[in-house]
């Protein structure tokens, strides 16, 4: 019987708790407690969590002996750059290894349309991944600094490769073969959905004839012109677009929607921000990934709106929706999204709109016009051809706002409001698995639609308080990362 | 978590039709029905309450407790009550 029972006498029952208790109180005692947030970033590493089955010990587990610890005169310890390789091995040795990579790559891009390790596809993406720090995105094309003094090589130090200085044709393939390259690539650069739609007749009626992003820096007000050109170019007064770039590629840079969720605050704005910093350097790599395929990509600026609205183009290409807020929601992604695109001359697929149920649900949910302060975001059960004022594009039957008011209350706040987009009802985390059934469910059926955004309200989504971000273990870039990502595995 | 979930449901199916073959006891459709529904019910609450903690939505994980996962439990005691008093009649 022993085999199967224990026996425990009350003496060692309660021994066991008093044990217990101890326990409890010493961890209590020796568990640090704190006051403000200085305190905690103060705090030791046990606040940066890691897997259980990795430890912290007192020593790392290579050998280090200080008395004989020297910093080196240069960081020659990677042996990085050309010269301080060749202060060891000769320059001899350098330039012919070099010359043999030169010699590769010349070879690879002369096999047409190959996707193998040397191709003049491959070294476009290698390319396009280093010069961002290099370049500046912006209607120009990609621009490599002249170095002061000759390069020892100068064919590879601070050039770029592109298919004329590989000696080949430019990139030809299908439009569905480019989209899915370009998808690809962008996907690497940081973009999150990707579209494409043509640059029609119609869609031109929406392009603004001027850009204002220079006003952002006080510069001039820059035009728009179309001219039967190879290249795009920029005069002082005119970006100019060649005829032959139809395309209009539309892509997506998620934001951080724990950071939205906090909104009106400074981590909501630094979220708001972090679009057009993770967008110029996306757009960079875009650009040079384009030029060395033999085409090009045109974005006027990485700030607010660029040739025509965002929302417009992004509804046009399927990216999302148009909403209440009068912006484009996107499926995966929700409202807390910064909406791009470029004009491009490479040859893609007309990409087409999506319905996933979201403009039917914001004919019921006014979740983000009961939370505006600025009451800037309309209430009607309908929407309407008649703009709001003169600020907005006429010729849509939409939820138009009250772009005045809405600005003049973000800029109150010292630093911005979107508290709308913070607390859409689209911006669930995909975790619980509630939130897959509810946008099945509004996506094929409206019937649900008030019911399921005042059960959003009574539990709870939405707001959260600032402090609380502080606290948060997020992904990198403070957003989820793993768009594209199947039960853990990767999709083709 | 849910292959253990899957395990212990997987065990206590087969312990019933266990116990139900050894009792010779039966439930009827709509015991089998109920239960089915308060058993899915009380899954359906266990992955949205730790996915809500998961998403630091700790008042959509209670009223998931509240909402879902008590139906649930009753549903689950219905159906065990009413085999439960059909058994004591018989």
């Given at each position: 019987m022993n085999k199967f029972h224990t026996s425990l006498s009350r003496r060692d029952f309660m021994k066991g708790l008093g044990l217990a208790s101890a326990s409890i109180g010493a961890v209590a005692a020796v568990s640090p407690i704190f006051h403000d947030l200085d305190e905690v970033a103060s705090a030791d590493s046990s606040v940066n969590k890691r897997p259980w089955w990795v430890r912290e010990v007192d020593k790392p587990t290579i050998e280090i002996d200080?008395?004989?610890?020297?910093?080196?005169?240069?960081?020659?310890?990677?042996?990085?750059?050309?010269?301080?390789?060749?202060?060891?091995?000769?320059?001899?040795?350098?330039?012919?290894?070099?010359?043999?990579?030169?010699?590769?790559?010349?070879?690879?891009?002369?096999?047409?349309?190959?996707?193998?390790?040397?191709?003049?596809?491959?070294?476009?993406?290698q390319e396009a991944s280093w010069p961002h720090f290099l370049t500046q995105a912006g209607w120009r094309e990609p621009v490599t600094p002249v170095l002061a003094d000759p390069a020892p090589i100068p064919e590879l130090v601070g050039s770029i490769m592109t298919h004329e200085t590989l000696g080949v044709a430019k990139w030809e393939g299908t439009p569905e073969e480019n989209f899915a390259l370009l998808k690809s690539a962008m996907r690497f650069f940081g973009a999150g959905q990707i579209a494409s739609i043509e640059l029609d007749t119609n869609v031109k009626k929406m392009l603004y004839p001027q850009d204002a992003s220079r006003m952002f820096f006080n510069g001039p007000i820059m035009s728009y012109?179309?001219?039967?050109?190879?290249?795009?170019?920029?005069t002082d007064t005119n970006y100019v677009i060649p005829n032959t770039a139809r395309w209009i590629v539309t892509y997506t840079t998620p934001m951080p929607k724990e950071m939205y969720r906090t909104a009106p605050s400074g981590v909501c704005y630094a979220a708001n921000m972090s679009r057009y910093r993770l967008n110029h350097e996306t757009?960079?790599?875009?650009?040079?990934?384009?030029k060395t395929l033999g085409y090009q990509g045109l974005q006027s600026a990485p700030f607010p709106n660029g040739i025509c609205p965002s929302p417009a183009v992004g509804t046009l290409s399927g990216l999302g929706e148009m909403d209440r807020i009068n912006q484009c929601v996107i499926?995966?992604?929700?409202?807390?999204?910064?909406?791009?695109?470029?004009?491009?001359?490479?040859?893609?697929?007309?990409?087409?709109?999506?319905?996933?149920?979201?403009?039917?649900?914001c004919h019921s949910c006014?979740?983000?016009?009961?939370?505006?302060?600025?009451?800037a975001i309309s209430f009607e059960e309908e929407p309407t051809w008649e703009p709001?004022?003169?600020?907005?594009?006429?010729?849509?039957?939409?939820?138009?706002?009250?772009?005045?008011?809405?600005?003049l209350y973000q800029h109150s706040t010292g630093a911005t409001c979107q508290i709308c987009t913070g607390v859409c009802?689209?911006?669930?985390?995909?975790?619980?698995?509630?939130?897959?059934?509810?946008?099945?469910?509004?996506?094929?059926?409206?019937?649900?639609?008030?019911?399921?955004?005042?059960?959003?309200?009574?539990?709870?989504?939405?707001?959260?308080?600032?402090?609380?971000?502080?606290?948060?273990?997020?992904?990198?870039?403070?957003?989820?990362?793993?768009?594209?990502?199947?039960?853990?595995?990767?999709?083709? | 978590m849910w292959f253990t979930i899957g395990i212990l449901v997987g065990a206590l199916i087969l312990g019933l039709i266990w116990l139900m073959k050894r009792h010779n006891f039966s439930l009827t459709w709509y015991e089998w029905l109920i239960g089915a529904v308060g058993l899915l019910m009380l899954l359906f609450t266990i992955q949205n309450y730790f996915g809500s903690l998961a998403e630091v939505e700790p008042k959509a994980a209670n009223m998931f407790l509240l909402v879902i996962?008590?139906?649930?439990?009753?549903?689950?005691?219905l159906s065990w009550q009413l085999a439960a008093r059909r058994a004591k009649k018989a």
């Open positions: 200080w008395d004989k610890m020297a910093a080196l005169a240069i960081p020659t310890e990677g042996c990085h750059l050309p010269p301080l390789l060749a202060e060891f091995v000769g320059w001899d040795r350098v330039n012919t290894a070099m010359a043999q990579g030169q010699t590769a790559l010349k070879e690879g891009a002369q096999k047409v349309g190959s996707r193998e390790a040397i191709s003049l596809l491959d070294t476009a993406i012109k179309f001219e039967d050109v190879d290249k795009g170019y920029m757009m960079a790599c875009v650009q040079q990934f384009l499926p995966e992604e929700g409202a807390v999204v910064g909406i791009y695109k470029f004009i491009t001359d490479l040859p893609l697929p007309v990409s087409k709109p999506i319905d996933f149920g979201a403009f039917r649900f006014r979740k983000c016009a009961d939370t505006c302060p600025a009451k709001a004022g003169p600020w907005s594009t006429a010729g849509k039957r939409a939820y138009f706002k009250n772009e005045p008011e809405c600005k009802v689209f911006n669930v985390n995909t975790k619980a698995m509630i939130h897959e059934v509810v946008k099945s469910t509004l996506s094929t059926t409206g019937i649900f639609n008030s019911f399921l955004w005042k059960a959003d309200v009574a539990f709870g989504y939405g707001h959260h308080d600032a402090a609380e971000w502080w606290d948060l273990d997020l992904p990198r870039y403070g957003f989820d990362t793993t768009m594209g990502v199947r039960d853990g595995g990767y999709g083709k | 996962g008590l139906p649930g439990i009753i549903l689950l005691a």
